[in-house]
């Protein structure tokens, strides 16, 4: 069984996001870019499921500009056998990403597919379990036991294969890129595609009117006595 | 009790010295008399005569240990002190006790928030990080600007009153804190930064300056500072100055002799040297104020530092790799400075009984290789320009030093965040010494080939009795060599020292790398500096602090400072 992971190239979650000045968007000039960790999360789970000997081949699937192969290198270095890029320089909007990876399942048919959090299984007609902190496969039954994150606690689902399932940061933590794996990834295969070879037509029915930095948050006040408290809850938060 | 460390210094002394330079020699009173207070005041205060010691063996009487070896602070911190120099020093009887008619100036040019002396805010000021050395000072006083710094000074000299110059407190030789009753004069509310010029990069702040919050500041703009150090959320510029601090990017920007450009002081008497210059180049007279950078406060204290700050580059990388001797960290550093040269910008090792001591006590700590023992770690850190070269680069020096058996696995930060790990593991290794007992500290210079011997040699002197660890920055040839014991045990110092100063000096070695001197080697410092040398700093002290009020006790030998 074949399990396709995607992967993103993202701004390194530890940098701080600054918006800029036009608000047409966040600055992404000379600044640190990483695999999102949400995939990576994605990445580790499948490369255990592969090392238990339920899997045969983890494929790394990337959609954006030609930066994007650094990403797949180092999943591929994390120890995914090949990567797909599809090369697509404009920005890619949630929708078009999932009639992309739609096609390419149709391509390479994965029993599993697992993701950051990307939305997909409707177009598939898929079962998916999202914010997965446990993911158990029986492979003998075609089914994926999934244990989801969510409000009220933990909700255990039982999913026929082929499924989709989306990551939570508890599922597992990510191994690092070790030297021998770097040198085995450069010879690893990565396959490129357009939008235009797999019939998808990129359009965005999404605009981006404005992008602003939410309101700073204003410092707090030492208020001196409780008639104090009282008198600034009524009149300058009007709470009561 | 004899305290063997101060014995074995004395015979060291005796050696190398001849008797018509009795200066230079600890003066000694008949073994009744001898004792000493950390603690606070003594009934009597012994007139010290300049004897040359002959023959005697001098008892050293050490309260210091016994009074406070198991006394609780009152919100329960173990209090552990031991005093190595505990059993020499003496409140020098040429400086007067504070009284009621000098805090009253002080509250005059302060203003009364400013003149501290409350409990709490007191016990905190007057011990220091490590928890092993306390003062007793009364009062601390936090001026706001320069002048009120120069006008505090000017009444101290005048009034013979001791001063300690006081900064983030995160010194680690005792030369932050008080040793008897000295005035705390404490920069914290000196914390402006006062310029930066975007195209030169250079920064003009004050002394108070938390470390940190400069980098923070200097991030905004686009900069970066050249120094830094695990201590950079509490530490202030004024104190990394004073100190000659190093750290961890010295290998690539130097040490601040060069990137400070320019200091003001203010001396003993008040006067105020401005030396603030925002140069690059400047060769007009004597290079003053390169006597302010590394004499630890006591030949005057820092109010404005000048300091050139490097561009913040956009690629970084972070590499942690397992060897497995020390000789392929030596040929990999070599290989490092050739292959990485220009973007290399930090090299430390640390070896496994350090990486064993970080997993075991810090939070969230992992070994990278969990299954596999490898004897030493190395974390080497490239910033450049240009992300895909430097990468490119990075792992093809990586590849070939896996190639040539330098390096037995390795793994490289895909993220910030992978990279802080790294760093972490580095960095954790005091707090995580600190949770594990009693420590016994030193920061070595030792040429980089002989730079593990020491800590092998320590190792079998001192056996099942202590985890003896070594790391450090491998890059500037400066070992941190720690020994971590259960608890303070003098027959163990008394192994360590004075060995370790003595296998130093034999190498050519520095006994303090970055550290400084302070209190705990004040009297060690004729093991890296001749008698002419200390002479001198001797003749500069007097001239420019002839009351000796600047930091007392510290930095040159005791009896010269008396």
């Known amino acids: ?240 | 009790m004899m305290n063997r460390n101060c014995r074995a210094t004395l015979r060291f002394l005796k050696r190398s010295h001849h008797q018509h330079n009795p200066s230079l020699l600890p003066s000694a009173t008949t073994p009744s008399s001898q004792f000493t207070s950390v603690t606070g005041f003594d009934e009597n205060f012994t007139q010290l005569q300049p004897n040359i010691v002959e023959h005697q063996d001098l008892s050293f009487f050490n309260p210091l240990r016994n009074f406070l070896k198991n006394k609780q602070l009152g919100i329960g911190i173990q209090h552990r002190c031991y005093g190595s120099m505990g059993g020499v020093v003496q409140r020098s009887p040429r400086f007067s006790e504070l009284n009621d008619d000098d805090v009253r100036y002080f509250e005059e040019i302060l203003g009364n928030k400013n003149v501290i002396q409350d409990e709490d805010k007191l016990s905190a000021a007057n011990i220091d990080w490590m928890h092993k050395y306390k003062g007793a000072s009364k009062l601390i006083l936090q001026p706001c600007n320069t002048d009120q710094v120069s006008q505090i000074l000017k009444y101290c000299n005048s009034r013979c009153l001791a001063v300690v110059p006081q900064g983030g407190n995160t010194g680690l030789v005792g030369g932050s804190v008080p040793v008897f009753d000295e005035v705390i004069v404490s920069l914290s509310s000196m914390n402006n930064i006062i310029s930066f010029d975007k195209v030169s990069g250079i920064l003009v702040c004050e002394a108070g300056c938390i470390l940190e919050n400069i980098m923070s500041y200097l991030d905004n703009e686009g900069f970066i500072m050249p120094l830094d150090l695990g201590a950079k959320g509490s530490c202030q510029i004024g104190g990394n100055v004073s100190t000659n601090a190093g750290g961890l990017r010295l290998v690539r920007y130097g040490s601040l002799h060069g990137s400070v450009l320019g200091v003001e002081a203010v001396l003993a008497n008040g006067t105020v040297l401005d030396m603030l210059k925002t140069l690059r180049k400047d060769n007009t007279g004597y290079g003053l104020k390169h006597l302010f950078i590394g004499s630890e406060g006591s030949l005057g204290i820092v109010t404005k530092v000048s300091i050139l700050t490097p561009p913040k580059l956009s690629s970084v990388n972070v590499a942690f790799l397992a060897c497995k001797d020390y000789s392929c960290c030596q040929k990999l550093l070599q290989e490092a400075k050739r292959k990485l040269g220009e973007i290399l910008s930090a090299f430390e090792f640390l070896d496994s009984q350090s990486m064993n001591l970080v997993t075991n006590h810090l939070e969230g700590a992992r070994n990278p290789f969990p299954t596999s023992l490898h004897n030493f770690y190395v974390l080497i850190e490239t910033t450049g320009s240009d992300e895909s070269s430097d990468k490119q680069k990075l792992e093809a020096f990586l590849l070939g030093s896996m190639e040539n058996e330098l390096v037995s696995d390795g793994v490289l930060a895909q993220d910030i965040s992978q990279a802080s790990t790294f760093w972490r593991l580095r960095e954790g290794i005091s707090e995580a010494l600190m949770k594990a007992g009693a420590v016994y500290k030193y920061d070595l210079s030792i040429p980089v080939e002989n730079l593990y011997n020491v800590v092998e040699e320590m190792r079998s002197r001192l056996g099942d009795a202590a985890n003896v660890i070594g790391y450090g920055h491998l890059g500037d040839s400066n070992l941190h060599l720690n020994v971590s014991v259960p608890q303070y045990d003098d027959k163990i110092l008394s192994q360590i020292e004075p060995f370790v100063y003595e296998w130093t000096s034999k190498h050519r070695g520095s006994i303090s790398a970055e550290h400084g001197v302070g209190l705990m080697k004040a009297n060690e410092i004729f093991y890296s500096q001749s008698r002419e040398t200390v002479q001198m700093m001797t003749s500069i002290k007097n001239l420019m602090d002839p009351n000796h009020i600047l930091n007392p006790y510290k930095v040159l030998p005791h009896s010269i400072t008396s």
């Not at chain 1, 090392?51 to 500009?65: C, F, H, K, Q, Y």
């Not at chain 1, 999943?75 to 990876?101: F, Q, T, W």
């Not at chain 1, 029915?205 to 404005?210: A, H, N, R």
């Open chain 1, 1 to 240: 069984m074949k399990i396709m992971v995607t992967i993103k190239r993202v701004i390194d979650y530890a940098v701080k996001i600054r918006v800029k000045p036009d608000k047409t968007g966040v600055v992404t000039q000379n600044v640190k870019m990483s695999m999102n960790p949400f995939c990576e999360i994605a990445l580790e789970e499948a490369l255990r499921i592969k090392e238990s000997g339920l899997a045969s081949e983890v494929i790394a699937v990337s959609m954006g500009p030609s930066q994007s192969i650094d990403t797949l290198r180092t999943g591929l270095a994390m120890g995914a056998d090949r990567g797909i890029h599809v090369e697509a320089n404009d920005s890619l909007y949630p929708l078009s990403v999932a009639k992309i990876l739609k096609k390419l399942v149709e391509i390479e048919k994965p029993g599993l597919l697992i993701l950051g959090k990307q939305m997909i299984a409707g177009l598939l007609n898929w079962p998916q379990g999202t914010f997965a902190s446990k993911v158990v496969l029986d492979k003998e039954k075609q089914v994926v036991t999934v244990d989801r994150e969510v409000d009220d606690g933990i909700e255990t689902l039982s999913l026929n294969l082929p499924a989709v399932i989306t990551t939570d940061l508890r599922l597992n933590q990510p191994r690092y890129a070790t030297l021998p794996n770097i040198m085995k990834a450069k010879s690893k295969p990565i396959k490129k595609y357009t939008p235009e070879e797999l019939n998808v037509e990129i359009k965005s029915d999404l605009e981006i009117v404005e992008v602003t930095e939410p309101p700073k948050r204003k410092s707090g006040v030492i208020v001196s006595s409780v008639d104090e408290l009282i008198d600034k809850l009524k009149n300058e938060a009007n709470v009561i």
